[in-house]
Each structure stands twice: as C-alpha cells, then as structure tokens.
C-alpha cells in the first residue's frame, strides 16, 4: 500500500520492504586470507593426504614391523610395554599414588582429568586474542599437559632394558614338539617348561632348548650342575631319566 510520494507500509518496520538475495562475498575482496572450501580448499587437503598416506605406505613396505614372538602364557618373566605413545601412562603406573589399591586413580582419573581439561580449555578461555601472552589458561594447560607427557616418556625409556626386552620378543624358530614323548614329560616333572616355556623355545628365565647344538652329555651335566641363571640342583630324576632328558633335548632342531 502506498501513501505519499516514495513512503511503503509493511506489517512490521523490522522487516525491510526489498529483500536483497544472500550472495557470497567476491573472495578476491580477501587476496590469500580466505577461499571457498570447495574445490580450493577440499582438494588441497586431499593432496596433503594423498602425499602423507603414499610415504606411509612406502615406509611400511621398506620396513619390518617390530613384531615379536607369540605370546606365551607360562613365561611370567616377560616384561610387557605398550606403544611408544602410551609409554606416559604405563610409567604413571609404577608411581605408589597411581598403583595397587590406586591402579584406578593412574589409569582412570588422573588420564580423565588431563585430557578433559585440554578439552574444556577453548570454553574456558573464550576471548578473542590469538597471541599465546594473552591466553594463559589454555597456554598454561597445553604446555603442562605436553611436559608431563615428554617427562613420563623419558622416564619409562630411560628406565626400560631395551636389550633385554628385545631378547624376551625375538622370534625364534619353531619346531614342532612331541608333547607325548618321555623326554618332553620328565621336563614338565622337574619344572624345566616353567623357564624354558612350554614349546621349549625358551623365555625370559630360560634359554631355548631347541638346536642347541650341545651333545647328550653336555645337557646332562648342565642339569645337574647347573649354568648361567639356571642353578644346580634342579633335576630331581634318576640317571635313566637324565638320560633320557638329555637325548631328547640334544635332538631338537635338527632335521
């Protein structure tokens, strides 16, 4: 309805008379400040990935993976570790306040508190300064959280035997083992596979008995007399059943 030269009445005064279509600002307004997420930006993306995803895949093709043996439930000598980015909290748990009645504490909370605090940190600390000298909630948060993880990190690494954990994992090989044989069951009666392993391929306790090259002789006096770790003593048989033993470990391994 129009009253009066150039005047227009509409229901309410908040809403304009012309509605002006919602266009995108021109991005050459901006020169290298800003640009449209499709194709520009997606497709620079896609590149870094595509350059990052083929190096992976060349580094696990020129690479053995660190893989060790088969886990062996008898050998209650090996020493576990998990991944290097999880060597932080493995050595918060060997800490008193984090460990027996307070395994939940080092494995639970005091993680939980840590990564819900980097979490919370953009809502705590809102303002618009982007300089780290004008953000020190969430600066101080951050670079707490990433010393107590270098800290804890160098700690499990300085105080783990790499040498002897690489020994605990090696991949030896196997042979297969007759279990029904009377040598393999005077080695169970004297407690041997304790050490030595259920597929005598050995453990942490106990070297492998498989190809050691040794005669029949040299083993039997190695179990009676004992050598390195293992002590005298052990055996507990009969010279027959000694015998045996030796004659059988002599012949593992060998084709």
Not at 30 to 57: C, H, M, Q, R
Not at 59 to 69: G, I, Y
Request: overall charge negative.
């Amino acid at each position: 309805m129009h009253r009066g030269k150039g005047m227009k009445f509409v229901g309410d005064s908040r809403v304009p008379a012309e509605r002006k279509p919602n266009i995108p600002k021109d991005y050459s307004e901006y020169p290298g400040k800003t640009e449209a997420f499709w194709p520009n930006f997606l497709l620079k993306e896609w590149l870094v990935g595509s350059v990052f995803l083929i190096g992976f895949l060349c580094l696990t093709v020129a690479h053995q993976p660190p893989l060790e043996r088969m886990a062996d439930p008898t050998d209650t000598g090996y020493i576990p570790l998990p991944d290097w980015y999880f060597l932080f909290l493995y050595q918060l748990l060997k800490y008193e306040f984090a460990a027996g009645p307070y395994t939940v504490i080092g494995a639970m909370i005091m993680p939980g508190l840590a990564f819900g605090a980097l979490m919370l940190a953009p809502f705590l600390d809102r303002g618009p300064e982007r300089r780290p000298s004008k953000r020190p909630i969430a600066v101080g948060m951050m670079l707490l959280g990433v010393a107590a993880t270098i800290f804890l990190t160098w700690e499990s690494v300085v105080q783990t035997d790499w040498e002897a954990k690489k020994e605990m994992g090696k991949i030896v090989e196997e042979v297969p083992i007759d279990t029904e044989a009377e040598g393999y069951a005077i080695l169970e009666a004297n407690t041997c596979l304790s050490c030595h392993g259920n597929n005598l391929a050995g453990t942490s306790s106990g070297v492998s008995l498989i190809g050691t090259g040794l005669t029949a002789e040299e083993i039997a006096d190695i179990a009676v007399n004992g050598q390195g770790n293992m002590p005298a003593g052990i055996f507990k048989g009969t010279d027959e059943e000694l015998q045996i033993l030796a004659e059988f470990v002599s012949t593992l391994g060998e084709e």
